[in-house]
């Protein structure tokens, strides 16, 4: 293993010094992780010994690779970022191997790439498609490529339902135990979503309110304008619920509703989150079309700009969601009767991420009199693309009040973005690459998260089967069908749908 460097205010403990990129010709890699490692590079963050294969079928020699790599970095980093020094130094550690996850003597030619190095610790990263994470790692197995001075990170998605997911997480165990496992969902590298945390158990504030006497209900949106975008053999016939929901919205859902954790650190957090996950309320055939709608995009205009429809881009009819809104319950003691409506869509009007916590109205009004009541209070928090976070107060409007106390719903606002002006945003990968090497598995995903995740997903699932439930058509542009205002609209509340 690698020895402790303090690099600035970093303390760079046990880090691993040879990191293997699976996938390396791959859109992930080349749009994110190579820039990511370069950040790190530029910032000091690795050490002089650390070398990075990449990994994959195409047959490239060392040269031809890094030529890649470097063209990645120029299409892929904003013009300024790049320094010369720094690409060639980082270029330098780069190495490739031609891996095909068929050809068991590639992973030989993988181990003798690696060499004596792999006593210094070895991450793999992979960024194939998911049916190759078993066969990979049984191909490291099979060259002693696994073993207590190796790790092992992976992206999404994790099976498709919940046997599918257990049989990756059960060949993932073959080579790798759950604290050399490190499975990625790329939210939890968003500083937004980490501070979500900090925003609950950083402050006094907000705690005490935290629970269904304080909160009405909350609302998760993350939408998105872009269609198909070239991923349709990937997504037709998954669709929004697996593609987001069971992922990204849970584990967002998960952080905003989790119990205060003893402290900061792998186990205590994700012991937290898997509680709330496994609190989730199946959906069944009499909840399937009250508590869910599932949508599809047709023609429509997004940015002004008119675009097809799914099934026209597509070629063919299909029933994949491309929208879904569900609302949500948590089966336990501090949720008790708040609804947490999940939204998520493709060709939506807007690209946002957002978290909203509708606080209760105050139990007695002593104001009467003129203009608007009181509105109870609303925290809204911004995850992207405008990070920040704010609370709607109540407030007296300036005047002498001759019929009545006149209120004011102001907002109290903060910008992340602004607050934070001086300082380089990081992509979420940089984050979990560091924590990857130095074996921090805080934000990354346990397998029973996963499973418990993948077990609601199921249930809604089979319950759209079971009720015969099927897309509901939108306009690309709108906020999905009318059904999804329905859905919230019936408990008397409405979704926010502000701009940015
Ligand atoms: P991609 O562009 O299709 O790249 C796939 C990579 O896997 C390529 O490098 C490919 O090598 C390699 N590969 C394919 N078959 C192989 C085989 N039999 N043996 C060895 N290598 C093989 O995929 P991607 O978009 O980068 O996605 C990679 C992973 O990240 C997937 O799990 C995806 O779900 C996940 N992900 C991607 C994104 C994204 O924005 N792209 C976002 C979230 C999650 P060759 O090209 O050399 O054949």
Known sequence: ?????????????????????????????????????????????????????????????????????????????????????????????????????????????????????????????????PSLFAPVVAGLKAVGLTGPATRVAMEKPIGHDLPSSREVNAAVAHGFDEDQVFRVDHYLGKETVQNLL???????????????????HVQITVAETVGLEGRVSYYDGVGSLSDMVQNHMLQLLALVAMEPPASYTATAVRDEKVKVLRSLRPLDAATANTHSVKGQYRSGAVDGKP???????????????????????????????????????????????????????????????????????????????????????????????????????????????????GQRRRI?????????????????????????AWTWVDSIHDAWTSAGVIVKPYTAGTWGPSASMGMIERDGASWHEGAQ
């Not at 060709?347 to 909203?356: D, F, G, Q, V």
């Not at 924590?435 to 598995?441: A, P, Q, R, S």
């Open 1 to 129: 293993m690698g020895t402790v460097r303090e690099i600035g205010s970093f303390e760079l403990l046990q880090s691993f010094a040879t990191i293997v990129i699976f996938g390396a010709t791959g859109d992930l890699a080349q749009r994110m992780l190579f820039p990511s490692l370069y950040n790190l590079d530029a910032d000091g963050l690795l050490g002089t010994e650390v070398r990075i294969h990449g990994a994959a079928r195409s047959k490239l020699d060392d040269a031809a690779f890094r030529d890649q790599v470097a063209a990645a970095l120029d299409s892929h980093l904003p013009e300024g970022q790049l320094d010369a020094t720094v690409k060639a130094r980082f270029l330098d550690r780069l190495g490739y191997c031609t891996v095909d996850v068929d050809t068991p003597a590639d992973f030989e030619c993988l181990a003798a790439k690696i060499g004596p190095a792999k006593g210094a610790g070895v991450a793999f990263y992979l960024s194939t498609p």
């Open 307 to 421: 675009v097809a429809g799914y099934a026209d881009e597509l070629g063919k009819a299909s029933d994949t969601e491309t929208f879904v809104a569900v609302k949500a319950h948590l089966d336990n003691w501090r949720w008790k009767g708040v609804p947490f409506y999940l939204r998520t869509g493709k060709r939506l009007p807007m690209r946002h991420s957002e978290i909203l916590i509708q606080f209760k109205p105050v139990p007695h009004s002593i104001f009467s009199g003129r203009g608007p009541g009181l509105e109870a209070n609303c925290l809204l928090i911004r995850l992207q693309p405008n990070e920040g976070m704010s609370l709607s107060i109540m407030t007296k409007e300036p005047g002498l009040d001759r019929g009545g106390v006149a209120l004011r719903e102001v907002e109290l606002d903060v910008s992340l973005t602004a607050a934070f002006a």
């Open 428 to 452: 979420a990968y940089e984050r979990l690459l560091l924590d990857l090497m130095e074996g921090d598995t805080t934000l990354f995903v346990r397998a029973d998260e996963i499973e418990a």
């Open 198 to 216: 900090v925003l609950r158990f950083g402050n006094m504030l907000f705690e005490p309110l935290w629970n269904s006497q304080g909160i009405e």
